[in-house]
């Protein structure tokens, strides 16, 4: 039987695009989400771009209109931090404490969406003010007053990093990004796009640091006077951004003595190690078929596991999860990635003469395309992604040939094996 009441903590995509898709499966039970920020649900994805730049407001980052959550009857408490969790014989206690003060309510069912924390770096000096993150609208309106102030070092080569670099060199400020590994992007792209991404940064004016270790925040003046490397280099700042990842939170998954590695485990229904509780979003990881776990940070993955779960609590049928995509805007470099690398076999890499700044990667796992990198080449990545989605999986040698438009050679027959990201 569906249940009565259910809380979600968090507001995040993944929890506000649940509360909506369970009501609209014709749910009429009390829904509540929970929020430890003390505005309302918004975008994240512009922080580090529109939002640095002022091309965006408060308000047009919102998720949903002010009304819209009264109106589908969905209580939304803000500014409440949720300290325990607690199974009864009924479903679920939580107590919360906000500026109001403590509060405990009982619930049918649980849903986690407590998505991620920015991790921290441990170095001297790092506790200065001027020593930023970005994860909310919090630590991007610190930034936003920032990025104009002088150089800005960026510790980590991942996408959050990438992108406030390339915004901040086109608002004129001088930019180092230093990475710890032997390229950028090493856990999320292949070094042919990591290759084609430092290329273009540095072409814009930023400079790119490679296997080097910061070792302390340097001060003088009450300020930030610079980045020590291990070599012994002092890289010059004013403002220094920490972006080397981040941190499910998952301290209320413990709580319940739930299955955690690297984020709340849940199958692919959303379903956590209790076969109760639901989890969604940031906080979530799941078994691949290697046996490992691997953990999807995206509004594709929040949107769909929001229905998925959705689906579950309503009793219907849930909908079968889509491949897996993502973007990366970086200046005027646009990342699309749809599939996942995983234990690919081979790679293709076609270009274009004309379109020098076009590029796509093809990643193959045996004959059949699993995942595929498009820079600069939207128009190939809605028809690769279009292509996977329906199971197509040709191999190397069909998409090889660079003179003929991947939409043509994906539409062009070959019957190709069931995709499996």
């Given at each position: 039987m569906p249940p009565r009441s259910v809380v979600v903590?968090?507001?995040?995509?993944?929890?506000?695009?649940?509360?909506?898709?369970?009501?609209e499966t014709g749910f009429t039970g009390e829904i509540t989400l929970v929020s430890h920020e003390p505005r309302l649900p918004y975008q994240r994805p512009p922080l580090s771009k529109g939002w640095l730049k002022g091309e965006v407001t408060s308000e047009s980052l919102l998720l949903r209109d002010p009304t819209h959550y009264a109106d589908k009857e969905i209580e939304l408490i803000t500014g409440a931090r949720v300290e325990q969790v607690t199974r009864t014989p009924a479903g679920i206690r939580i107590e919360f404490a906000g500026e109001g003060g403590s509060c405990t309510r009982e619930f049918d069912r649980l849903v986690l969406a407590t998505g991620a924390r920015a991790r921290t770096l441990a170095l001297p000096g790092s506790e200065h003010p001027d020593v930023v993150r970005?994860?909310?609208?919090?630590?991007?309106?610190?930034?936003?007053?920032?990025?104009?102030?002088?150089?800005?070092?960026?510790?980590?080569?991942?996408?959050?990093?990438?992108?406030v670099a390339a915004t901040a060199r086109t608002l004129g400020t001088e930019v180092t990004v230093i990475e710890a590994g032997s390229r950028l992007l090493g856990r999320s792209v292949g070094e042919v796009t990591a290759e084609a991404l430092r290329a273009a940064h540095r072409a814009i004016g930023t400079d790119i640091v490679l296997d080097a270790q910061p070792t302390a925040i340097t001060i003088a003046d009450n300020g930030i006077r610079g980045v020590r490397l291990d070599d012994g280099r002092e890289i010059t700042a004013t403002t220094v951004l920490v972006g080397i990842g981040a941190e499910p939170r998952t301290e209320l998954a413990f709580q319940l003595g739930l299955r955690c590695a690297g984020g709340v485990v849940v199958d692919n229904r959303c379903l956590t190690s209790d076969g109760r509780?639901?989890?969604?979003?940031?906080?979530t990881t799941r078994v691949s078929p290697t046996g490992g776990h691997y953990r999807l940070e995206s509004v594709d993955n929040a949107t769909t596991q929001a229905e998925v779960a959705a689906a579950v609590l309503a009793g219907s049928t849930a909908p079968v999860p889509a491949v897996p995509w993502f973007w990366s805007d970086q200046g005027d470099q646009k990342l699309?990635?749809?599939?996942l690398i995983g234990d690919h076999t081979s790679v293709v890499v076609r270009t274009d003469p004309d379109k020098p700044r076009r590029r796509v990667a093809l990643y193959f796992a045996g004959d059949g395309l699993v995942a595929a990198e498009c820079?600069?080449?939207?128009?190939?990545?809605?028809?690769?992604?279009?292509?996977?989605?329906?199971?197509?999986?040709?191999?190397?040698?069909?998409?090889?040939?660079?003179?003929?438009?991947?939409?043509?050679?994906?539409?062009?027959?070959?019957?190709?094996?069931?995709a499996r990201p």
């Open positions: 903590v968090g507001a995040s995509h993944a929890a506000v695009h649940f509360a909506d898709r369970l009501r970005l994860r909310d609208l919090g630590h991007a309106s610190v930034l936003a007053d920032r990025v104009r102030k002088g150089p800005i070092v960026v510790i980590g080569g991942g996408f959050v990093g990438l992108e509780t639901l989890a969604i979003g940031d906080c699309q990635i749809v599939g820079l600069n080449a939207p128009a190939d990545f809605v028809a690769l992604r279009a292509a996977l989605g329906r199971g197509r999986r040709p191999g190397p040698e069909e998409l090889s040939d660079s003179t003929v438009p991947l939409k043509k050679l994906l539409t062009s027959g070959g019957s190709g094996a069931i």
